[in-house]
């Protein structure tokens, strides 16, 4: 009996009694056997992703235009071309424009319809900015979503959210906080968080992370 | 699609998840293989592309959708994409967990490959046009009153609303016809802000909202 394949488009998974991990075992089994993927290059991705793509590119970005006025402005005109001088590219960061915060702007990134996410600054996205509650209420209550986070912001702040709902990715340039005029690029950098890139937090002068 | 994943602006949802600092990429294993499977799924293997991933998140039941784990949506994915494409069958995914279990069953034979009639003309979803924009900065436009049953990245809450253009962004292939193959489309995108007055009513908090918008969503105001 031939197999019935779905139209491209009309599929709509079916209910299952199973868990996802026996699920994603199942397929990597019927995957593997037919040759279509490798453990290898499962594990390569996996690799990828756990250690050589993360936070830590974002925040050599904000550090060096922290202290590289020269940085700091072609970062905020072409921020694509200024995140690629430090090897910053590729996939999920086709073309990236740098928000700056100040005392009187704040800005803050969400994916309404997904989690689109600067992977090549920020790696693969945290599971708060997954989370159904945030992308949902972000968009029309970001002042109290912002103070559940632990960030209050004066009646003065401009709020600017700002939905992913192109290929465009953001990223939070935030503000450099008062008492590190002596850290070293590299120190600045270990003090900026994943989450303050976002623009959910503010970076503190001790660090968190 | 007027979809579960569509949820800007809906109340009631309850706190918002405390930030985890120094949390894993992957929480458990299978994630991870999840991750890579689904990211080899979207293309390699699919011959699908980037906005029939997303079309194919949209499309998680939604009571999946909104339940954890969150990579399982990934898994939902992976298995429409390649149902789709002809690379497993329908139910192959359980039938192979069953049979690991040890109960007797027959598997689906595997299905003819019908993978999409598809090349894209370049790399990723950015592209050059030689076309001018239709709209300039500082402009006013109207979003669209879009009922498709199809892919689209102009979210429910900003369809039928009048903004500003703030930006001309690089033109972009169109998701909507992009995701079921349907031709790239290429257009210009425009960075918009909106008034989250006009967006929620004269008692909403008090800030501005920018979306990246494709052209076709768009008519001057």
């Known amino acids: 009996m031939a197999v019935q394949t779905p139209a491209y ?138 103070a559940e986070f632990g960030l209050e912001l004066g009646p003065d702040v401009e709020i600017r959210v700002h939905d992913s709902t192109s290929e465009v990715r953001y990223l939070v340039v935030p503000e450099r906080p008062a008492g590190t005029e002596k850290l070293s690029e590299e120190q600045l950098a270990g003090l900026v968080t994943r989450d303050a890139m976002v623009g959910i937090e503010k970076v503190a002068a001790g660090r968190r992370r | 699609m007027d979809g579960i994943h569509d949820l800007g602006g809906t109340q009631f949802m309850g706190p918002v998840e405390q930030p985890e600092r120094n949390g894993p990429t992957f929480h458990h294993p299978w994630e991870g293989r999840i991750f890579a499977i689904g990211a080899l799924s979207q293309t390699r293997l699919s011959g699908a592309n980037l906005d029939s991933f997303r079309f194919a998140i949209d499309r998680t039941p939604p009571v999946e959708y909104l339940g954890l784990p969150y990579y399982n949506k990934w898994l939902r994915m992976a298995e429409t994409l390649l149902t789709e494409s002809g690379v497993i069958a329908p139910g192959a995914i359980d039938a192979r967990v069953r049979k690991r279990r040890g109960e007797k069953v027959e598997e689906p034979p595997v299905p003819e490959l019908n993978k999409p009639d598809y090349k894209p003309t370049a790399g990723g979803s950015l592209r050059q046009i030689d076309k001018k924009p239709k709209f300039s900065v500082g402009q006013r436009v109207r979003t669209i009153d879009s009922h498709t049953s199809r892919h689209t990245r102009l979210p429910r809450y900003v369809r039928r609303r009048v903004g500003t253009v703030t930006m001309v962004q690089p033109a972009h292939v169109l998701p909507d016809t992009h995701s079921v193959f349907l031709g790239e489309n290429i257009q210009h995108v425009y960075k918009v802000e909106f008034d989250s007055t006009e967006l929620w009513g004269q008692e909403a908090e008090k800030f501005a909202m920018n979306l990246d918008l494709y052209e076709d969503y768009l008519e001057a105001a």
């Open chain 1, 9 to 146: 488009g009309t599929m709509i998974p079916q209910p299952t009694e199973f868990s996802p991990q026996e699920r994603t075992e199942a397929l990597e089994e019927i995957l593997t056997e037919r040759g279509l993927v490798t453990s290898q290059v499962l594990d390569g991705l996996i690799k990828t992703y756990e250690q050589d793509v993360g936070p830590m590119n974002g925040a050599k970005v904000v550090a060096k235009a922290w202290v590289d006025p020269e940085f700091h402005a072609r970062l905020l005109a072409d921020g694509t071309a200024a995140c690629a001088e430090l090897g910053y590219k590729g996939t999920q960061g086709e073309h990236i424009i740098a928000l700056e915060n100040s005392a009187t702007v704040h800005n803050v990134v969400v994916c309404t319809l997904c989690s689109c996410y600067p992977w090549p600054l920020l790696g693969l996205p945290p599971s708060w900015y997954k989370n159904p509650a945030y992308r949902a209420r972000v968009v029309r209550e970001p002042r109290t979503v912002l």
